[in-house]
């Protein structure tokens, strides 16, 4: 495979990865939700930040946030650990073509002094045919 279709595939999976991340977190951020116009028919925020008595609990918006931030962190890690997968398996693959391109050389070089022993035997085969024909005459 070359470096150009991995670091395409490599570019492809992270933006796979973080359009899933986006989807699942979608509408979550506070920082966005507060800019966003409210609808009452879809409202549950307040529900979420009130306790039963209908007062708002202390830091729950932010509770939530380092949630996100949690998860967000977490999927920096996973890219990260992803990332220093996928440089491993490259280095990996770069060594073993280095191998297969050494292995490939010293099988060559095995061919070539095959042709030339044989080359030298067919020679000698045909001196030695030469010198019987000349004593059987």
């Not at 796979?16 to 879809?42: I, L, Y």
């Not at 380092?66 to 491993?88: A, C, P, T």
Request: with cysteine.
């Amino acid at each position: 495979m070359d470096p150009v279709d991995r670091r395409a595939a490599k570019a492809q999976l992270k933006a796979q990865f973080m359009a899933a991340w986006r989807r699942k977190h979608a509408g979550e951020d506070p920082v966005s939700d507060e800019c966003e116009e409210r609808n009452p028919f879809t409202e549950t925020r307040e529900e979420d930040v009130t306790d039963e008595h209908g007062e708002r609990e202390p830091f729950a918006e932010k509770d939530e946030y380092m949630g996100q931030k949690r998860d967000y962190m977490h999927s920096l890690k996973f890219l990260n650990v992803l990332e220093e997968y996928i440089r491993d398996e490259q280095k990996e693959e770069e060594e073993e073509e280095g191998e297969e391109e050494e292995l490939i050389k010293i099988f060559q070089e095995q061919q070539k002094r095959l042709q030339q022993y044989r080359s030298v035997r067919r020679e000698r085969l045909k001196e030695m045919k030469l010198l019987r024909d000349q004593f059987l005459k």
